[in-house]
């Protein structure tokens, strides 16, 4: 008797290659370039190969667990108090200590988003409720949100946002962190893509007034170093102290830590990375809607799109085979609430890279 087939698991994250390729049940895997996963595609700082090696005499000691040099590095470059820091193993760690944090309350979710802020408020007996952005351009409902705070005790929002790559102005910021003040709840926003747009545009300066909430960052993906999980998050002190209380002993490893200041001290790869992506980015939007498709506004290292006309997660799909069939894969959005599977995220590459999928989309457009 023959056992029954069933379809393979859309992947949950980016960089799941092999899962993608088996969902859409192709098996040749040769030579293909991932643009799921967003990362600076000018690789990490050139000098960290030589940097590790003389740094393994670090593996034979255990880590401070109080990440004392680590958080110094970090409050000196955010103009903080060492009090305002605490690292964490990735940014996925900082989301779900804040959920541990806040057991059994209730959280807010601004979708589509990244799925491990509703899964890490579930696990941990949270009731999660949800707002969607508005539009092909995914725009914030400010007022919408600031009515529904009210009734919650934390917000999860996602500056620029994974996946539109759409980023909500300060002045927004500003209206929602009164009446989150007003009513005794936190904003959590995750700005793991924000260095791709500039430290200016980061929340920091409102963590130093005091404002009700937490910023999550990420050296990982700026830095390209996704496999050593490099993340931190900055808020008031005692907020701080709260949510470290429920961080396992030696979660970040030593040569994370170590690190560390080596990264942030290193102005020249800053210089080179947002050199890139500023005239990428414009330049492959541009581009994607010459060729017809939908495009939001991007702000990070990746971008977004559909084909025009009316959204079809068949039409999407149709854009992952004719990727693959040119040699790449992107990110799918079947687990992303609200798009479906219609449309598609694309890290951004260096020039070269970029004019091989516009070209290969060129006839998916269609």
């Known amino acids: 008797m023959r056992s029954k087939c069933y379809p393979q698991p859309w992947p949950q994250h980016g960089g799941e290659g092999d899962a993608l390729l088996a969902r859409l049940g192709i098996s040749d895997n040769d030579a293909l370039t991932d643009l799921s996963a967003s990362l600076n595609p000018l690789g990490p700082p050139d000098w960290l190969g030589d940097w590790l090696a003389r740094s393994l005499p670090l593996l034979t000691h255990y880590p401070d667990r109080q990440q004392q040099e680590a958080r110094e590095a970090l409050a000196h470059h955010h103009a903080l108090d060492a009090a ?13 200590l804040i959920a541990q944090a806040y057991r059994s309350k209730r959280a807010l979710v601004i979708e589509p988003t990244f799925g491990e802020y509703a ?7 949270m009731e999660v409720r949800r707002l969607s952005l508005v539009g092909d351009d995914f725009r914030l409902d400010v007022d919408g949100l600031c009515q529904a705070l009210v009734a919650v005790d934390v917000v999860f929002l996602c500056r620029p946002n994974n996946p539109t790559g759409t980023l909500v102005s300060c002045q927004a910021i500003e209206t929602l962190l009164e009446h989150a003040e007003a009513a005794n709840t936190l904003l959590v926003v995750d700005e793991a893509f924000i260095e791709f747009h500039g430290e200016q545009a980061s929340l920091v300066d409102w963590v130093r007034r005091g404002a009700p909430l937490v910023l999550l960052r990420s050296l990982t993906k700026f830095y390209c170093l996704p496999g050593l999980r490099l993340g931190y998050l900055l808020a008031q002190p005692e907020r701080v102290q709260q949510i470290s209380g429920y961080q396992v002993a030696w979660s970040l490893n030593a040569l994370a830590a170590a690190l560390i200041p080596h990264l942030l001290n290193d102005q020249g790869y800053v210089e080179r990375t947002l050199n890139w992506v500023s005239g990428e980015r414009s330049r492959v939007g541009k581009n994607l809607r010459r060729l017809g498709y939908v495009v939001p506004e991007a702000h990070a290292n990746f971008v977004l799109c559909r084909p025009g006309g009316v959204a079809s997660p068949a039409r999407g799909e149709a854009m992952l085979r004719q990727l693959v069939k040119h040699g790449f894969i ?34 998916a457009a269609e």
């Not at 990735?90 to 989301?95: D, H, L, S």
């Not at 899964?119 to 007996?125: D, I, K, S, V, Y």
């Open 84 to 96: 305002q820091v605490r690292v964490t193993n990735g940014g996925a760690e900082a989301i779900h």
């Open 119 to 125: 899964r890490a408020c579930e696990l941990n007996g």
């Open 330 to 363: 992107a990110r799918h959005t079947h687990t992303f609430a609200g798009l479906d599977g219609s449309w598609v995220r694309l890290a951004l590459g260096l020039p070269a890279t970029n004019d091989a999928w516009l070209a290969a989309l060129a006839g």
